[in-house]
């Protein structure tokens, strides 16, 4: 069965330099969540787009922005990049239409700052 | 916002015992429990999920079982295997379909041969 897509799976930036992450949720999921991950935490929400509209928005600094497409992919943008924004990235989606509230994964993407 | 309470944050058993996490929830309008399963480097991954109107539910050697009342919620590993050592998250939230998950903390669970 097609999983979460998330690209690139490792990245890494210097210190204010700008990252875009991808995610592809799996095919008829209209909801896209995404996490952060810090070494030993849990993941913290940072914002959700259900039909290309925002539809969450937690702990996301405003140097990030976040977007869902036509195709419901949806990207993250990161700038002016601090050390404390290494962590591993999550993307998750689901489908209103099954109603059960299950977010399904991606294997997220790795981003060091140096 | 919904705070969600995991322990403990380390757990070590002996293959073949049983292993235990519990958490606890804030927010009462929270009706949908998963628990997920995180490996070194990958994404998590659902083992098993319980909603408000029911107090348990078992999958093979696992089980959850939930106290609304007291807004806790816990999961079982019985006859535990080296494979089943990895982080263990528990989460919560409303239920409908955009509502997003508060994690736990997380319990590492290590399984010794």
């Known amino acids: 069965a097609a999983g979460v897509i998330q690209s690139p799976r490792h990245l890494i930036k210097e210190k204010r330099e700008t990252a875009t992450l991808k995610c592809y949720p799996i095919?008829?999921?209209?909801?896209v969540y995404w996490y952060q991950q810090g070494p030993g935490q849990d993941p913290q929400f940072l914002i959700s787009?259900?039909?290309?509209?925002?539809?969450d928005k937690g702990s996301i600094p405003d140097r990030f922005s976040a977007q869902q497409f036509s195709d419901y992919h949806s990207e993250l943008n990161m700038s002016s990049l601090e050390l404390g924004d290494s962590a591993l990235y999550f993307c998750?989606?689901?489908?209103?239409?099954?109603?059960?509230?299950?977010?399904?994964f991606g294997e997220g993407s790795r981003l060091t700052v140096l | 916002g919904e705070n969600v309470e995991q322990h403990p944050s380390t757990l070590s058993v002996q293959e073949g015992d049983s292993a235990v996490i519990k958490c606890t929830y804030s927010d009462s309008a929270s009706n949908y429990f998963p628990w997920y399963k995180q490996e070194l480097g990958k994404g998590p991954q659902l083992i098993i999920d319980?909603?408000?109107?029911?107090g348990e539910k078992k999958d093979q050697r696992i089980a959850v079982t939930l106290n609304k009342t007291a807004k806790h919620f816990s999961l079982h590993i019985t006859e535990t295997q080296p494979e089943d050592s990895a982080v263990y998250f528990c989460?919560?939230?409303?239920?409908?379909?955009?509502?997003?998950?508060?994690f736990g903390t997380g319990t590492r669970l290590q399984v010794f041969p």
């Open positions: 787009f259900y039909e290309k509209m925002q539809s």
């Open positions: 319980i909603r408000s109107n029911v």
């Open positions: 095919p008829r999921h209209d909801t």
């Open positions: 989460a919560a939230s409303k239920g409908y379909n955009t509502d997003k998950l508060i």
């Open positions: 998750a989606s689901s489908a209103l239409a099954l109603n059960t509230g299950e977010l399904f």
